[in-house]
């Protein structure tokens, strides 16, 4: 069992920079690939970032290539997402969540979600 806790949010003009984290409790965490999704108002909630459980393979969608970096610290049971040059188009709800699957990057892969943290982009 994990639970997930984000925070960070918060409101940036647009070429800001925010830090997300998202800190796990439970003993296995490093055992768990790790990623972020987001939803923005009246869309479905889609794949960001994902980093596997000894950090050595990422993945993000092509929008935020060059702008995002997912990283985990498993001593701290914490995984970070730095946004770099936000736009108007990444507000959203930031979610992290949690897979047993190593490559995973679909919604349904992933067993743990936590409840979400607001990042709104002034342009």
């Known amino acids: 069992q994990v639970q997930l806790v984000e925070s960070g949010g918060g409101l940036v003009q647009a070429g800001g920079s925010l830090r997300l984290s998202c800190a796990a409790s439970g003993r296995t965490f490093s055992s768990y690939t790790m990623a972020w999704f987001r939803q923005a108002p009246g869309k479905e909630r889609e794949f960001v970032a994902r980093i596997t459980w000894i950090g050595s393979n990422t993945y993000y969608t092509d929008s935020v290539k060059g702008r995002f970096t997912i990283s985990r610290d498993n001593a701290k049971n914490t995984v970070y997402l730095q946004m770099n040059s936000l736009k108007p188009e990444d507000t959203a709800v930031y979610y992290c969540?949690?897979?047993?699957?190593?490559?995973?990057?679909?919604?349904?892969?992933?067993?743990?979600w936590g409840q979400g943290t607001q990042v709104t982009v002034s342009s």
């Open positions: 969540a949690a897979s047993l699957y190593p490559l995973a990057y679909r919604e349904a892969q992933y067993n743990y």
